[in-house]
């Protein structure tokens, strides 16, 4: 039973543009959620976070969403750069709880 | 910043062998936790730990055991490892949970 979908593996987006990371759950009481991004051969680095209090937290060339009534999560990277090809996972935290459930991930490839 | 390391990087064993893998975090954290990242399957939690001797279940505990004797130090135990262990590891850890979780670089166990 997968609560927290993402549902592209993949996702190859032009150096400059605007890359869109999109995961779903299903989990209603999910209060907190997480965007990791993942180097080969290095662990998952924190990138950005959201409280289901709000529907948007931003920082600097990343923008995270939140749709409650859709339980819909999307990342938005603007302007995308090479650096920022790398394995993308959201996460999602239960109220009260301390452990994390993780989506599949999405390969984002920046393409010069 | 935080440091989360991991004891070994690549760790090759045989079928039936016993194995332990070790996490060591330097900023005092609270909450520890194991998971395992298999391709199309995301990180899936094994074990966490949110005190020094206490350990609670993950999504996917079977077969696995963990330890906590310090609160600096995290151990994952495959009491007989089989070949369906084979996977990345990675440990992370976290001060409390409002606060993200901070990762090792994993170990790339394979099971022979």
């Known amino acids: 039973d997968q609560q927290v979908k993402q549902n592209s593996p993949s996702l190859s987006v032009q150096e400059g543009r605007i890359s869109i990371l999109n995961c779903d759950y299903t989990?209603?009481?999910?209060?907190?959620f997480l965007w990791y991004k993942k180097y080969p051969a290095e662990g998952p680095t924190f990138l950005i976070s959201i409280s289901s209090i709000k529907d948007k937290n931003e920082d600097g060339r990343f923008t995270v969403f939140l749709n409650k009534s859709a339980k819909h999560l999307s990342l938005h990277i603007v302007p995308s750069q090479p650096g920022d090809s790398a394995v993308y996972f959201c996460a999602a935290r239960n109220q009260g709880a301390q452990k994390l459930v993780f989506g599949q991930g999405t390969r984002l490839t920046i393409n010069p | 910043d935080v440091k989360v390391t991991q004891s070994s990087r690549y760790l090759v064993k045989r079928t039936g062998e016993k194995v332990f893998l070790e996490c060591v975090q330097d900023m005092d954290h609270e909450n520890m936790f194991w998971y395992r990242q298999d391709p199309g399957l995301g990180l899936r939690l094994i074990y966490f730990s949110y005190d020094v001797k206490m350990k609670e279940k993950g999504d996917i505990p079977e077969g696995y055991s963990v330890s906590r004797e310090k609160k600096e130090r995290f151990s994952l135990i495959l009491e007989s490892a089989s070949t369906n262990q084979t996977s990345m590891y990675l440990c992370?850890?976290?001060?409390?949970?409002?606060?993200?979780?901070?990762f090792g670089d994993g170990t790339r166990l394979s099971i022979l």
């Open positions: 989990n209603s009481m999910f209060d907190y």
């Open positions: 992370a850890s976290s001060p409390q949970h409002d606060q993200p979780q901070h």
